[in-house]
Nanobody, 120 residues
Framework: QVQLVESGGGLVQPGGSLRLSCAAS????????IGWFRQAPGKNREHIAC???????FLSTPVSGRFTISGNNAKTTIFLQMNSLTPSDTGVYFC??????????????WGRGTQVTVSS
């Protein structure tokens, strides 16, 4: 059974860092693009980062320069390193997998999300 499981969320003070993980179960990320999305309370889901199995990455403007996306060599886990966090980064963070290895493709599999709260 294909599953994605996010972990690493939590409560952090402004200016702090968190590292999120997205672990695959039942498949590897070869041939998939893996995206990170977030949804803040009362707002639409936002696509903030993506990496494909060749290592090409995308970071949205609000997170570029603060967040980094990477993957392990086994292509089973994707990481989102988040630095210089602000309260506007608060939300539920989801990872998702898109067949075809393009970040622009539709996302076929989704995790359940992990909560990130940035507050003093």
């Amino acid at each position: 059974q294909v599953q994605l499981v996010e972990s690493g969320g939590g409560l952090v003070q402004p200016g702090g860092s968190l590292r999120l993980s997205c672990a695959a179960s039942g498949f590897t990320f070869v041939g998939y693009a893996i995206g990170w999305f977030r949804q803040a309370p009362g707002k639409n889901r936002e696509h903030i980062a993506c990496i494909n199995s060749h290592g090409a990455t995308f970071l949205s403007t609000p997170v570029s320069g603060r967040f980094t996306i990477s993957g392990n060599n086994a292509k089973t886990t994707i990481f989102l390193q988040m630095n210089s966090l602000t309260p506007s980064d608060t939300g539920v963070y989801f990872c998702a997998a898109a067949r075809g290895d393009y970040c622009e493709n539709d996302y076929n599999y989704w995790g359940r999300g992990t909560q990130v709260t940035v507050s003093s």
